[in-house]
């Protein structure tokens, strides 16, 4: 089975920066889509962007020119670059791992963003 690793949550002011990264020990992410959610306090856990197994990548209109999403198969990583965070980005995320048409989730690490 596949288990996920998220780690480089925290607490930053608004206009800050983190880097997520996901890894999965005892399986490969080739050939797999990848994505990152995201689940704020009363709200439904939203897509925020995703990469296929090519390289090929999306993000929301929400995080648009603030956020990048990357893979390095070698490394077996993929990477949830975030920049001038704003409240709203605040929520738990969760790294996503696609082998249709199954999803596997990590337990999530989390984003706090305030004053």
């Known amino acids: 089975q596949v288990q996920l690793v998220e780690s480089g949550g925290g607490v930053v002011q608004p206009g800050g920066s983190l880097t997520l990264s996901c890894t999965a020990p005892g399986s490969s992410f080739t050939g797999h889509a990848m994505a990152w959610f995201r689940q704020a306090p009363g709200k439904q856990r939203e897509l925020v962007a995703q990469?296929?197994?090519?390289?090929?990548?999306n993000v929301i209109n929400a995080v648009k020119g603030r956020f990048t999403i990357s893979r390095d198969n070698a490394k077996n990583t993929v990477t949830l670059q975030m920049n001038s965070l704003k409240t709203e980005d605040a929520a738990v995320y969760y790294c996503?791992?696609?082998?249709?048409?199954?999803?596997?989730w990590g337990q999530g690490t989390q984003v706090t963003v305030a004053s």
């Open positions: 990469i296929n197994n090519v390289g090929i990548t």
């Open positions: 996503n791992f696609r082998d249709a048409p199954v999803r596997y």
